[in-house]
Nanobody
Framework: QVQLVESGGDSVQTGGTLLLSCAASGYDFSNYGMGWFRQAPGKEREGVASVSPSGRAKSYADSVTGRAAISRDNAKSTLILQIHSLKVEDTAMYYC?????????????????WGQGTQVTVSS
């Protein structure tokens, strides 16, 4: 069955850097668009970054533009998100998701499969 397993969440100080990974299995990873979402307590889940199936097209939320980089390795069925210059407002549960789309999407309804999440906590 489809599995998305996130890792890399941690407690860090402001200004630090995190690298999140998502290991996918159970489907043809290279034919699916991928994305990272996050949800802070009391807030709605929001798109952070997305990448096309080929990896050539990428999209970022305004809140992380210039600080984040999404990438994928189709040979290893792995999705990566790196965020630097972390802010307290980056604190959230981060989710990896997969969907059948050709162009990057930060909309929840573009995605069919979701991971369980990895916690990121940023403190000053």
């Amino acid at each position: 069955q489809v599995q998305l397993v996130e890792s890399g969440g941690d407690s860090v100080q402001t200004g630090g850097t995190l690298l999140l990974s998502c290991a996918a299995s159970g489907y043809d990873f290279s034919n699916y668009g991928m994305g990272w979402f996050r949800q802070a307590p009391g807030k709605e889940r929001e798109g952070v970054a997305s990448v096309s199936p080929s990896g050539r097209a990428k999209s970022y939320a305004d809140s992380v533009t210039g600080r984040a980089a999404i990438s994928r390795d189709n040979a290893k069925s792995t999705l990566i998100l790196q965020i630097h210059s972390l802010k307290v407002e980056d604190t959230a549960m981060y989710y990896c998701a997969s969907g059948r789309f050709e162009f990057p999407s930060l909309h929840l309804d573009s995605y069919n499969y979701w991971g369980q999440g990895t916690q990121v906590t940023v403190s000053s």
